[in-house]
């Protein structure tokens, strides 16, 4: 099996390639093509990846390239992992709504919807051209924010396509730790949207622990989701950690104001790890790759492909709704726990949600649809339509103005706006 790395100059890759590494009995890769249009980057991260490789032991053909069509020729799976823009876009994003009184994040309120203005299109375009060569019923993988819409936009324009997030597996492993049992042991009842989510229970052989969790492990929890207990004790859930946008959307505003900007510590990561992964003599990931986010990023991949290939499971996967929360249409993309195959990911039947969950969701599900069309056929009114439809954002004045921020900020990104 061939595996493309769409975004493979990325510093997570090493991450990603560590987990293939150390997982290989649970796939069966011969190749791995890492495409990005960042040489340097790829100069440094290439053979870093076959030394990690040759470190464990297993033998993988290894190349990397700028061309999509080169990377993607004859691949089983295509993995997405960019960001167009850099760390200087996910800056942006962060700051540009702070003065107008909304949250900076990367993937919620007025910043993921600059993200996905410019991200959606770059991953149509790609998706098309891997599509055109890459095996007989391929399968895309999506790890880009925003998670939800862009897997959409793939589904929608007719891809194999599944998102994957890495939310779901970190709470699996924290819950696996607290209760002193094997993570394979674990299932989670999750449910909702991308990065906005609720674990609803903790089932281990069968019995659900979430409520003896809740009781032994409160504040642990809640701060492992960074968010005030009595949230999780009234919901008897432990929501995701982006929920603390909207939870406790204004402390989150005064500590940002205060200079508490993730894209910029991310940013100085980033540089250091690119120093280390220019040394000829590392073969291993760095530990400095844990600061950089996106714990059990590998296992959730590796677990997901393995599925996709051959091995049936259970995973937590942005998918069709169809049917599953009956507020939404069929269209919509939820996150939420699959029994996954070589046919894809199918939602397990779920019990319906509160009405403060329901709402909620509802609400975001309806800014998504917005985005998309912003992202998709551009336009002020598209975007400001799709700002005045959130959750975290719903005045005109605010609107308008984070309307015209974000399109000057992102002009060089969005043709349209030209």
């Known amino acids: 099996m061939k595996v493309a790395v769409v975004g493979g100059g990325s510093t997570y890759t090493p991450e990603l390639v560590d987990g293939f590494a150390r997982l290989a009995g649970q796939l069966g890769i011969e190749e791995i093509a890492l495409v990005d249009p960042a040489a340097e980057r790829l100069s440094l991260i290439g053979p870093l990846t076959e030394r990690i490789f040759a470190r464990h032991g297993y033998p993988v053909k290894v190349s990397w390239t700028a061309d999509v069509e080169e990377g993607a020729s004859d691949a089983s799976i295509v993995v997405i992992q960019l960001r167009v823009g850099g760390q200087e876009a996910r800056i942006s994003d962060e700051t540009i709504p702070l003065?107008?009184?909304?949250?900076?994040?990367?993937?919620?309120?007025?910043?993921?919807?600059?993200?996905?203005?410019?991200?959606?299109?770059v991953v149509r375009e790609l998706a098309r051209v891997a599509a055109k060569v890459a095996a007989p019923n391929a399968w895309?993988?999506?790890f880009t924010n925003p998670v939800g819409i862009v897997t959409r936009a793939l589904l929608d324009d007719g891809h194999r396509a599944v998102g994957l997030c890495n939310v779901a597996i970190?709470?699996?492993?924290?819950?696996?730790?607290?209760?002193?049992?094997?993570?394979e042991r674990v299932e989670l009842d999750h449910v909702g949207l991308n990065h906005l989510t609720w674990e609803r229970a903790v089932v281990v052989d069968g019995v659900d622990r979430l409520p003896e969790l809740l009781d032994s492990r409160l504040a642990e929890i809640a701060?492992?989701?960074?968010?005030?207990?009595?949230?999780?004790?009234?919901?008897?859930?432990?929501?995701?950690?982006?929920?603390?946008?909207?939870?406790?959307?204004?402390?989150?505003?005064?500590?940002?104001?205060?200079?508490?900007?993730?894209?910029?510590?991310?940013?100085?990561?980033?540089t250091e790890l690119l120093k280390l992964y220019a040394d000829p003599a590392l073969d291993t990931k760095p530990e400095l790759l844990t600061q950089r986010g996106g714990a059990f990023y590998a296992e959730a991949a590796v677990g997901l492909i393995a599925s996709l290939s051959g091995a049936p499971g259970l995973h937590s996967a942005n998918v069709?709704?169809?049917?599953?929360?009956?507020?939404?249409?069929?269209?919509?993309?939820?996150?939420?726990?699959c029994s996954v195959d070589v046919d894809g990911a199918v939602?397990?039947?779920?019990?319906?949600?509160?009405?403060?969950?329901?709402?909620?969701?509802?609400?975001?599900?309806?800014?998504?649809?917005?985005?998309?069309?912003?992202?998709?056929?551009?336009?002020?009114?598209?975007?400001?339509?799709?700002l005045l439809a959130h959750p975290l954002i719903g005045q005109h004045k605010q609107a308008d103005r984070l309307t015209d921020l974000l399109i000057a900020a992102n002009v060089d990104h969005l043709p349209w706006a030209r």
């Open 320 to 337: 069709r709704n169809n049917g599953t929360l009956p507020f939404l249409s069929a269209e919509t993309v939820i996150e939420t726990t």
């Open 347 to 386: 939602p397990r039947a779920t019990a319906p949600l509160t009405p403060e969950q329901r709402g909620l969701v509802a609400h975001v599900s309806a800014y998504e649809e917005l985005a998309l069309e912003a992202a998709i056929h551009g336009g002020r009114e598209r975007v400001y339509r799709a």
């Open 170 to 183: 970190h709470l699996a492993r924290r819950f696996a730790a607290m209760l002193d049992v094997e993570p």
């Open 99 to 121: 003065p107008c009184g909304c949250i900076g994040q990367e993937t919620t309120g007025a910043g993921g919807l600059a993200k996905a203005l410019r991200t959606v299109p």
């Open 140 to 142: 895309i993988v999506d």
């Open 223 to 270: 701060g492992e989701v960074n968010l005030p207990p009595a949230v999780l004790a009234m919901s008897g859930t432990v929501p995701s950690y982006y929920l603390r946008y909207f939870y406790s959307h204004d402390l989150v505003l005064e500590e940002q104001l205060a200079g508490d900007i993730r894209g910029q510590k991310v940013a100085d990561i980033e």
